[in-house]
């Protein structure tokens, strides 16, 4: 193993039997392999395989155990079949029974908040920070919510009395921006929807706009005449959809009073001629 041991479990070079075992859960915790079902992103479940293959083996070498990883080859395009030949494997069987029989902890301790959140807390591309109190811990801790876990977000935290909590959020999408709003479909999924103000030209002519989306990223709705909406698919919550209603704005009678008697009159003949 290559890595530096005690780096990979973020721990003292002179860290303990004990303090190298707590180090090495508080990892197994958050990318153990059976934490993967929910996550969807490729990309954090080959970070947490490779986060608790290379915490396994850095533990495994620090207590001079002879089970280790090093030799099991990880597809990251085929992880669910990778891993579960490792929980299968005699290796991994043997490593859990040698875990179990040197941990002598008491059961999980579920906790569960119910938390409002925002759009923008959904869209934004940074953890909500959240301060919060756990019943018998006299301090408070610190979580960082990714609130894209929407409904339900668990985060598992190890006290410093060695007890492991299971912290369950859950989340109730809340509406504090005027210019957005949801709606849920049969599948669970979320469409947000912006209503855009169009003008007589745009909606017979049609036009190219750009919207400021609620993570920050600048879109570009394209108004196809006498078009009611514009669909941007899969940018909702849960895999729904964003949605750009069209709202036309008939002409103001102030700008109505602009146009000359000739031209009023010429306008007049057109719809009539199209009636």
């Known amino acids: 193993m290559s890595d530096n041991p005690y780096k990979v479990l973020n721990i003292s070079n002179n860290a303990s039997n004990d303090e190298i075992k707590k180090a090495y859960r508080k990892i197994a915790l958050r990318s153990h392999p059976d934490k993967l079902n929910n996550i969807t992103d490729i990309n954090e479940k080959?970070?947490?395989?490779?986060?608790?293959?290379?915490?396994?083996?850095?533990?495994?070498?620090?207590l001079n155990n002879e089970h280790n990883m090093e030799n099991i080859q990880i597809d990251y395009n085929n992880w669910e079949e990778t891993f579960d030949y490792i929980m299968n494997s005699q290796i991994f069987k043997d490593f859990i029974n040698i875990m179990i029989k040197n941990n002598d902890t008491s059961k999980i301790v579920k906790h569960v908040f119910n938390l409002d959140i925002t759009y923008y807390d959904y869209y934004s591309k940074?953890?909500?920070?959240?301060?919060?109190?756990l019943k018998d811990c006299t301090e408070p801790i610190y979580v960082n919510l990714d609130c894209k876990k929407y409904p339900k977000a668990v985060i598992n935290h190890i006290d410093d009395n060695d007890v492991e909590h299971e912290i369950i959020f859950n989340l109730k999408l809340v509406n504090e921006n005027s210019n957005y709003y949801h709606v849920t479909n049969l599948n669970n999924s979320i469409d947000i929807i912006y209503d855009m103000l169009i003008d007589t030209v745009e909606y017979i002519t049609g036009n190219i706009r750009e919207h400021v989306f609620l993570n920050k990223n600048i879109l570009i709705v394209e108004i196809k005449p006498f078009s009611n909406k514009y669909i941007f698919k899969g940018l909702g919550i849960n895999?729904?959809?964003?949605?750009?209603?069209?709202?036309?704005?008939?002409?103001?009678?102030?700008?109505?009073?602009?146009?000359?008697?000739?031209?009023?009159?010429?306008?007049?003949?057109?719809?009539n001629r199209i009636k």
């Open 126 to 133: 940074n953890k909500k920070k959240i301060r919060i109190f």
């Open 239 to 271: 895999n729904g959809d964003f949605i750009c209603n069209f709202i036309y704005i008939p002409i103001s009678k102030k700008n109505w009073d602009k146009i000359s008697s000739d031209d009023k009159n010429n306008i007049i003949q057109i719809f």
């Open 46 to 62: 080959k970070r947490k395989i490779k986060e608790f293959t290379d915490a396994t083996n850095a533990y495994n070498q620090l």
